[in-house]
């Protein structure tokens, strides 16, 4: 999971000269992801995992790392 949002965090949000150096937990916001490509960044785990992410939790801790993005994915799969 967090191969496939890597690929696409750095190739469609953010650029970063090494995305394969870019750690699980380092920060995606200070980084240059913005709130126009959270919304990318959700509608791509959406259609990629087959979940739905609910609104009320976008959040910039459950989006600040690949870590968190793939915890918040997981828990909400399994709800």
Not at 1 to 11: N, P
Not at 52 to 61: A, G, K, M, R, S
Request: avoid cysteine.
């Amino acid at each position: 999971m967090k191969e496939k949002l890597r690929a696409f965090i750095f190739s469609e949000l953010i650029y970063h000269e090494a995305p394969e150096a870019f750690g699980d937990a380092d920060d995606l916001l200070e980084a240059g992801l913005d709130s126009m490509g959270i919304m990318r960044l959700v509608m791509f785990a959406e259609k990629e995992f087959g979940v739905t992410l609910p609104d009320n939790e976008i959040e910039p801790e459950n989006v600040r790392s690949l870590s968190a993005l793939e915890q918040w994915i997981t828990r909400t799969a399994s709800a």
